[in-house]
């Protein structure tokens, strides 16, 4: 079975750049997560979609920061305009069930750098 | 206060040897799940193990076994016979309610042939 799939793996942009995100969760799952990975502050949970409804979008670090998910199979994070702060490591995340006991699968990720 | 504690930033292990991992959590939520992931150096996060708070028996997959005391609040992840390519950052992380799955700053392990 295909895991999450993330595109793109590496992304080089410049500040003031708009940058998309892409993820594909495992079909089946009605859970998505957006994690950012910085070795400052770790790995931060920014948002998460249940039935590619936003539930809670309190990690999101400011308006620059956006997340759709406009069917099961799809959703983008994009950061406009993009700093140099926001390069990080972004993982999307998939689980079926929102319980305590439900595995998040992790999509390879996407490297972030901002000149 | 951090809800996940994982004091070892870093671990050396002799190949084929056992190791363990500690991880401690802070909870006031009598249901919670307590997860660790393995991070290798290429970056993919790989799930590794589940304890769940009520469960009664330790969590294990193959080599990884999980020492859930749940007194002590303490769920330390141990690798049996240690192998080259199990060296990468390794993360405790708990789910409580809310669905927010909370990580720690993980350990590094290398182990050395």
């Known amino acids: 079975d295909a895991g999450v799939i993330q595109s793109p793996r590496h992304e080089v942009t410049e500040m003031g750049q708009e940058v998309t995100l892409r993820c594909k969760p495992i079909s089946g799952h009605d859970y998505l997560f957006w994690y950012r990975q910085t070795m400052m502050r770790g790995l931060e949970l920014l948002i998460y979609?249940?039935?590619?409804?936003?539930?809670?979008d309190s990690g999101m670090p400011e308006d620059r920061f956006s997340a759709k998910m406009p069917n099961a199979s799809f959703s983008t994070l994009k950061i406009q305009p993009s700093e140099p702060r926001d390069s990080a490591v972004y993982f999307c995340?998939?689980?079926f069930g929102g319980g305590r006991g439900d595995t998040q699968y992790f999509g390879p990720g996407t490297r972030l750098t901002v000149l | 206060a951090q809800k996940i504690t994982q004091t070892q930033p870093g671990m050396f292990v002799q190949e084929k040897e056992a190791v363990t991992l500690d991880c401690t959590y802070d909870?006031?939520?009598?249901?919670?799940?307590l997860f660790w992931y393995k991070q290798p150096s290429s970056g993919e996060m790989i799930f590794l193990i589940y304890?769940?708070?009520?469960?009664?028996q330790n969590a294990t997959e193959g080599r990884y076994s999980l020492n859930f005391q749940k007194a002590r609040k303490s769920a330390n992840l141990v690798i049996s016979a240690s192998q080259l390519g199990d060296s990468a950052m390794y993360f405790c992380?708990?789910?409580?309610?809310?669905?927010?799955?909370?990580f720690g700053a993980g350990t590094i392990l290398r182990v050395k042939s």
């Open positions: 979609f249940n039935n590619n409804v936003p539930i809670d």
């Open positions: 992380a708990m789910r409580e309610m809310g669905n927010k799955l909370v």
């Open positions: 995340a998939s689980s």
């Open positions: 304890q769940g708070s009520y469960d009664q």
């Open positions: 909870t006031s939520d009598p249901s919670y799940g």
